[in-house]
């Protein structure tokens, strides 16, 4: 069965530094999606992505972030000077459409944590 | 604004069927969702309500009430394996950009017990 896939497993990077994390979404599907879960807490929508723009973005995803999709399969998530408070999990998502019962399929997640 | 509330932790035994509920009160709904997330793992997808009832899929029923906010997840026959949070997730409307985000609760971390 097709997955999402992420890389790396596990970022870990000093405050202040830039760090981008990678996904490879579905390859027959349209809409991206980042989440983060920080530890113990629920998992919170940061952005999402259509036809090479952002569709929605969350309070979350302020200017330090961004996404892009360099090629026809990467989906990547960059932070330009980590703070200590995105140490989390993040997730990338994607799913085939936006509406009806498709739903979102997850990748296994990247921990960062910011030192 | 979004809350959606399911209680934190559950225990059950194994072979016995147990009722995870979720209530929501969301400025609008398309949907809603069952994820379940092993520890250290990614959400996987178990089930989807968009209108008012049951959805069967195996082990696995998730029912809802639209007028009342209110939603669950019934597992049946249950095994250690099933031990693992479950996600309740509305799906915002669409905003008009054609992308739904998810907004999720806390998650129930269910224990089985032999």
């Known amino acids: 069965e097709p997955e999402v896939t992420q890389t790396p497993s596990h970022q870990v990077t000093q405050m202040g530094q830039e760090v981008i994390l990678r996904c490879v979404p579905i390859?027959?599907?349209?809409?991206f999606y980042w989440y983060r879960q920080i530890l113990g807490q629920k998992v919170e929508f940061l952005v999402s992505?259509?036809?090479?723009?952002?569709?929605?973005k969350s309070e979350i995803f302020d200017d330090q972030f961004s996404v892009e999709r360099p090629d026809g399969s990467n989906f990547t998530l960059k932070i330009r000077s980590t703070k200590l408070e995105d140490s989390a999990m993040y997730f990338c998502?994607?799913?085939?459409?936006?509406?009806?019962?498709?739903?979102?399929?997850f990748g296994d997640g990247t921990r960062l944590s910011i030192l | 604004g979004q809350n959606i509330d399911q209680p934190t932790e559950m225990t059950a035994t194994e072979g016995a069927i147990v009722q995870i509920n979720c209530t929501y009160q969301?400025?609008?709904?398309?949907?809603l969702f069952w994820y379940q997330q092993h520890a250290g793992e990614a959400p996987t997808f178990l089930s989807y309500?968009?209108?008012?009832g049951l959805e069967e899929k195996g082990r696995f029923s998730s029912f809802l009430s639209r007028s009342k906010g209110y939603s669950y997840l019934l597992l049946k026959e249950l095994q250690m394996k099933d031990s693992a949070s479950y996600l309740c997730?509305?799906?915002?409307?669409?905003?008009?950009?054609?992308?739904?985000?998810?907004?999720f609760g806390k998650g129930t971390k269910l224990s089985v017990i032999p």
């Open positions: 998502a994607s799913s085939e459409v936006g509406r009806g019962f498709q739903p979102q399929h």
């Open positions: 390859s027959n599907h349209l809409y």
């Open positions: 309500n968009v209108l008012d």
């Open positions: 992505f259509y036809n090479n723009e952002i569709s929605e």
């Open positions: 969301t400025s609008g709904f398309n949907g």
């Open positions: 997730a509305v799906r915002d409307p669409d905003s008009g950009a054609g992308s739904y985000q998810l907004t």
